[in-house]
């Protein structure tokens, strides 16, 4: 009988509407990657919807197993992730696997390991632990509060632009100030960030992007100056989202996907391919998911029982909500092509797997809501 009791209480703690959600957006993914794996001449690429589901189910296993898991005893194993994950970038730089022009995995034989994507859940723990334990002053964090924050942001960052990943170093920053921001920073410092970010643009663009990086911002701001080399990407994608309009053409009918013109429709552009095949409709309704999703998330945080629990929560979600808009930005042309995928709907055993983890972290700090 006590058993039993047990039982319910561990069920009535775990978040199910937030569980419910994370569940129909896998869904929306699985349909999206069937459909652009499974076209007339996409021969050899269907067991990616296989391997997929497998990704699926370890992300689910996963995020259970954090959500059991006291997020304290997590965050007291920051630092280890951390090290352990700028080891294998540092691994990666010199002894990883080459795909598409940059060295960015390791090859376990049963999958390809992206280390700077695990590392952006360490970075959120370490950012989480480390801030946690501060107490910030009424006018916000000052210069010798954030100089140990902004160095656990700033190593990552310049080893995976080594590497060379533009689009993961961005979302590193972003998660990592995105963070720094939810816990107040003194207004004079963000002037001079600012106004340091704008004089050090002109000095990146000539020593610091490399010509491949260059030319996708030339092409975003106008891609017809290439339409068959670096501007391709983004003209299919937005041909391919155009042409859905509003209820889209219906299930594996979506001509750019199935006749292979959107490239990286299972990854990049799987956005693209849901655009196109479920019209502006499908788009917004999966847009609303994730809308939903926030709104639960931040409940969680609001609810927290301590800071730290309330610092993970927001940093997962700004972990989510920095690749979303980035993806979707860029799909539909209203950012650069920086290789950064959608979260719960893309293809990706590393991605999935740090995204199911992360979110296990909201659900393990909800269910902590009710432990007094």
Same mark, same amino acid.
């Given at each position: 009988?006590?058993?039993? %009791?047990?039982?319910?209480?561990? #069920?009535?703690? !775990?978040?199910? @509407?937030?569980? &419910?959600?994370?569940?129909? $957006?896998? =869904?929306?993914?699985?349909?999206?990657?069937?459909?652009?794996?499974?076209?007339?001449?996409?021969?050899?690429?269907?067991?990616?919807?296989?391997?997929?589901?497998?990704?699926?189910?370890?992300?689910?296993?996963?995020?259970?197993?954090?959500?059991?898991?006291?997020?304290?005893?997590?965050?007291?194993?920051?630092? %280890?992730?951390?090290?352990?994950? #700028?080891?294998? !970038?540092?691994? @990666?730089?010199? &002894?990883?696997?080459?795909? $598409?022009? =940059?060295?960015?995995?390791?090859?376990?034989?049963?999958?390809?390991?992206q280390p700077s994507e695990t590392m952006k859940m360490a970075l959120i723990l370490v950012l989480?632990?480390?801030?946690?334990?501060?107490?910030?002053?009424?006018?916000?964090?000052?210069?010798?509060?954030?100089?140990?924050?902004?160095?656990?942001?700033?190593?990552?960052?310049?080893?995976?632009?080594?590497?060379?990943?533009?689009?993961?170093?961005?979302?590193?920053l972003f998660i990592g100030f995105s963070i720094l921001l939810f816990m107040k920073v003194r207004t004079s410092i963000l002037a001079i960030?600012?106004?340091?970010?704008?004089?050090?643009?002109?000095?990146?663009?000539?020593?610091?992007?490399?010509?491949?990086?260059?030319?996708?911002?030339?092409?975003?701001?106008?891609?017809?100056?290439?339409?068959?080399?670096?501007?391709?990407?983004?003209?299919?994608?937005?041909?391919?989202?155009?042409?859905?309009?509003?209820?889209?053409?219906?299930?594996?009918?979506?001509?750019?996907?199935?006749?292979?013109?959107?490239?990286?429709?299972?990854?990049?552009?799987?956005?693209?391919?849901?655009?196109?095949?479920?019209?502006?409709?499908?788009?917004?309704?999966?847009?609303?998911?994730?809308?939903?999703?926030?709104?639960?998330?931040?409940?969680?945080?609001?609810?927290?029982?301590?800071?730290?629990?309330?610092?993970?929560?927001?940093?997962?979600?700004?972990?989510?909500?920095?690749?979303?808009?980035?993806?979707?930005?860029?799909?539909?042309?209203?950012?650069?092509?920086?290789?950064?995928?959608?979260?719960?709907?893309?293809?990706?055993?590393?991605?999935?797997?740090?995204?199911?983890?992360?979110?296990?972290?909201?659900?393990?700090?909800?269910?902590?809501?009710?432990?007094?």
């Amino acid at each position: 009988m006590d058993i039993n %009791i047990e039982q319910r209480t561990f #069920l009535r703690r !775990i978040d199910w @509407v937030f569980a &419910f959600i994370i569940l129909c $957006l896998n =869904a929306v993914g699985l349909t999206n990657l069937f459909s652009a794996t499974h076209g007339p001449l996409t021969l050899g690429v269907e067991p990616l919807f296989t391997n997929q589901l497998v990704w699926i189910f370890g992300g689910w296993c996963v995020f259970f197993l954090f959500t059991l898991v006291e997020y304290h005893f997590v965050a007291r194993a920051a630092y %280890i992730f951390y090290f352990a994950n #700028l080891a294998a !970038i540092l691994y @990666v730089t010199f &002894f990883g696997t080459t795909a $598409l022009g =940059a060295q960015r995995w390791i090859d376990l034989g049963f999958m390809r390991y992206q280390p700077s994507e695990t590392m952006k859940m360490a970075l959120i723990l370490v950012l989480a632990r480390e801030l946690s334990q501060k107490a910030v002053p009424a006018a916000g964090l000052g210069l010798r509060e954030l100089f140990k924050p902004l160095l656990l942001i700033l190593a990552p960052v310049a080893m995976v632009i080594e590497q060379p990943d533009l689009g993961t170093a961005m979302m590193l920053l972003f998660i990592g100030f995105s963070i720094l921001l939810f816990m107040k920073v003194r207004t004079s410092i963000l002037a001079i960030a600012v106004t340091a970010g704008l004089v050090a643009s002109p000095i990146m663009w000539f020593y610091g992007l490399r010509d491949y990086q260059k030319l996708r911002i030339i092409n975003f701001i106008s891609p017809q100056n290439d339409p068959r080399g670096t501007g391709y990407n983004s003209i299919q994608s937005k041909i391919a989202v155009g042409s859905g309009q509003l209820i889209g053409k219906g299930f594996r009918q979506g001509t750019q996907s199935q006749l292979e013109f959107l490239p990286e429709r299972h990854t990049d552009f799987i956005y693209s391919v849901l655009s196109e095949e479920f019209g502006f409709l499908g788009s917004v309704g999966t847009i609303f998911l994730f809308v939903i999703l926030f709104i639960t998330g931040l409940r969680v945080a609001s609810t927290a029982r301590d800071k730290m629990g309330a610092l993970i929560a927001t940093g997962v979600l700004t972990y989510i909500f920095w690749h979303m808009t980035v993806n979707m930005g860029m799909v539909i042309g209203l950012l650069p092509i920086v290789g950064v995928p959608l979260p719960l709907l893309s293809y990706g055993g590393s991605s999935m797997l740090t995204t199911m983890a992360g979110l296990g972290l909201v659900s393990s700090v909800a269910y902590r809501r009710y432990l007094f």
